[in-house]
């Protein structure tokens, strides 16, 4: 069984930055898909940004483009969501998320081919 525990979400000004943070607990395959989504109030979940093993690049929603950066520790035990020049439409429970396997392109979006969740860590950012 997989375990996913985020962390580094807060309250911050227009501007600031966080850095977020996935513990992943227990053993994924060396094939695998890693994700971050997030959900505002009264919103459907979003993706926000995707890393696949054996990938040189990451993937990201339109909006956080030049702002966010996914990346991940080659032990495979962190992935994180570094999060510059946050706007107040960033706000919303931030998820990270694991696929057991390197999900195709066209379904890497999509939450619903994700296997593991954390429980969400909140960014509010403030105007």
């Known amino acids: 069984q997989v375990q996913l525990v985020e962390s580094g979400g807060g309250l911050v000004p227009v501007g600031d930055s966080l850095r977020l943070s996935c513990a992943i607990g227990g053993r994924i395959s060396s094939s695998h898909t890693m994700a971050w989504f997030r959900q505002a109030p009264g919103k459907e979940r979003e993706f926000v940004a995707v890393i696949r093993s054996g990938d040189s690049r990451a993937y990201y929603e339109d909006s956080v483009k030049g702002r966010f950066t996914i990346s991940r520790d080659y032990a495979k035990t962190t992935v994180s969501l570094q999060m510059d020049r946050l706007k107040p439409e960033d706000t919303a429970v931030y998820y990270c998320?694991?696929?057991?396997?390197?999900?195709?392109?066209?379904?890497?979006?999509?939450?619903?081919?994700?296997?593991?969740w954390g429980q969400g860590t909140q960014v509010t950012v403030s105007s």
């Open positions: 998320a694991v696929h057991n396997s390197r999900l195709v392109l066209s379904a890497l979006r999509f939450a619903d081919h994700y296997d593991y």
